[in-house]
T-cell receptor, first 115, second 115 residues
Framework: GESVGLHLPTLSVQEGDNSIINCAYSNSASDYFIWYKQESGKGPQFIIDIRSNMDKRQGQRVTVLLNKTVKHLSLQIAATQPGDSAVYFCAENNAGGTSYGKLTFGQGTILTVHP | DTGVSQNPRHKITKRGQNVTFRCDPISEHNRLYWYRQTLGQGPEFLTYFQNEAQLEKSRLLSDRFSAERPKGSFSTLEIQRTEQGDSAMYLC?????????????FGPGTRLTVL
């Protein structure tokens, strides 16, 4: 049977390298974006968020970049560690619209960090 | 642990049976959300509550699904006459509900298997 859902983009890096995970979002009206990390068998874990009036936001070892012109979001992880291995999802929200409670998730990227 | 909790963590049932899941949000969070996640996909929005009011329901939420949040605290999601296609991870999230685009924090999920 079809297994499209299993063909997630993958990124393999060496421990200590920087990682960049990309996401294209669909709704030009979205004004709030979040990156989540999901480990096997667990719920998504909040990493960092950004609002549409910003183009960059930094956290601890992570940076999110937002390019509204091309509807692109990226997550940069500095000095990647084996514990960073997981599936990473971007999510968008139209906070100013009628569905401001709803997050729309992207496809997800599998990050594997090799020691 | 003051995060979002969900029970049970795993549920195996036979087709045609009814199941009910419970979600306890982070204390004092006004908004509560239900999502469904199948293998290799990002979470898909089902419904959300502002206090005890159910404000939005996805078209994914067929008439066999019902969610409640009677006292504005915990929530239940019931699936009647389960089908094999209902097999998925059911995730609950909560957010403070202050302003637009507030951060949703997820629980560990309930994995449903319908035989």
């Amino acid at each position: 049977g079809e297994s499209v859902g299993l063909h997630l983009p993958t990124l393999s890096v060496q421990e200590g390298d920087n990682s960049i995970i990309n996401c294209a979002y669909s709704n030009s009206a979205s004004d709030y974006f979040i990156w989540y990390k999901q480990e096997s068998g667990k719920g998504p874990q909040f990493i960092i968020d950004i609002r549409s009036n910003m183009d960059k936001r930094q956290g601890q070892r992570v940076t999110v970049l937002l390019n509204k012109t091309v509807k692109h979001l990226s997550l940069q992880i500095a000095a990647t560690q084996p514990g960073d291995s997981a599936v990473y999802f971007c999510a968008e929200n139209n906070a100013g619209g009628t569905s401001y409670g709803k997050l729309t998730f992207g496809q997800g990227t599998i990050l594997t960090v090799h020691p | 642990d003051t995060g979002v909790s969900q029970n049970p963590r795993h549920k195996i049932t036979k087709r045609g049976q009814n199941v009910t899941f419970r979600c306890d949000p982070i204390s004092e969070h006004n908004r509560l959300y239900w999502y469904r996640q199948t293998l290799g996909q990002g979470p898909e929005f089902l419904t959300y509550f502002q206090n005890e009011a159910q404000l939005e329901k996805s078209r994914l939420l067929s008439d066999r699904f019902s969610a409640e949040r009677p006292k504005g605290s915990f929530s239940t999601l019931e699936i009647q006459r389960t089908e094999q296609g209902d097999s998925a991870m059911y995730l609950c999230a909560s957010s403070p509900g202050q302003g637009d685009g507030d951060t949703q924090y997820f629980g560990p999920g309930t994995r449903l298997t319908v035989l």
